[in-house]
T-cell receptor
Framework: GQNIDQPTEMTATEGAIVQINCTYQ??????LFWYQQHAGEAPTFLSY??LDGLEEKGRFSSFLSRSKGYSYLLLKELQMKDSASYLC??????????WGAGTKLIIKP | NAGVTQTPKFRVLKTGQSMTLLCAQD?????MYWYRQDPGMGLRLIHY???????AKGEVPDGYNVSRLKKQNFLLGLESAAPSQTSVYFC?????????????FGAGSRLTVL
């Protein structure tokens, strides 16, 4: 079966750096997405990786290793507004998105 | 620019009742999706549409029906609601179905079935 694994919850301190990992086992691979979802709100797009390596976008970076079935989302200079759930999703060989359960990130002052 | 609009935002139903969730997008997107989100689980695709007049089953289609009569609207129907359908439902749309297929989500509809 297809599977996306992410930690359920993580805690970090304001101003620090946090890395949220995502491992996947899917039928084929056509890209990996990260979305941010604040409590009670809609998911919003953060990043897309289809080739190995690091994609940087401001305070957020996303890394992909296709051979290891692994990605991480790196958040720098954490702010209180970064408290949210972070969803990892992989597009499989049929171009269907397979979603992880999400990682709830708690930022403490 | 409204993006994706879902109605209603909240609804309480009794077992066996029927209802329709409405989704409208103003971005001229071809693809539209209905997901459900339950605690501890990833988003699960119920039904989707690749264009006006088309619909297809997703991962968890049982108990739901959909229609896409107009390109901008995608309706999700529950014919006979069951407690297992208590969930938060998200509609989403995208310009394309492959590659960097970025989804734009609606705000969600919280449904409780008693």
């Amino acid at each position: 079966g297809q599977n996306i694994d992410q930690p359920t919850e993580m805690t970090a301190t304001e101003g620090a750096i946090v890395q949220i990992n995502c491992t996947y086992q899917t039928s084929g691979f056509n890209g990996l997405f990260w979305y941010q979802q604040h409590a009670g709100e809609a998911p919003t797009f953060l990043s897309y990786n289809v080739l190995d390596g690091l994609e940087e976008k401001g305070r957020f970076s996303s890394f992909l290793s296709r051979s290891k079935g692994y990605s991480y989302l790196l958040l720098k200079e954490l702010q209180m507004k970064d408290s949210a759930s972070y969803l990892c999703a992989v597009m499989d060989s049929n171009y269907q998105l397979i979603w992880g359960a999400g990682t709830k990130l708690i930022i403490k002052p | 620019n409204a993006g994706v609009t879902q109605t209603p935002k909240f609804r309480v139903l009794k077992t066996g009742q029927s209802m329709t969730l409405l989704c409208a997008q103003d971005m001229n997107h071809e693809y539209m999706y209905w997901y459900r989100q339950d605690p501890g689980m990833g988003l699960r695709l119920i039904h989707y549409s690749v264009g006006e007049g088309t619909t297809a089953k997703g991962e968890v289609p049982d108990g739901y029906n959909v229609s896409r009569l107009k390109k901008q609207n995608f309706l999700l129907g529950l014919e006979s609601a069951a407690p297992s359908q208590t969930s938060v439902y998200f509609c989403a749309s995208s310009f394309r179905g492959t590659g960097a297929n970025v989804l734009t989500f609606g705000a969600g509809s919280r449904l409780t079935v008693l």
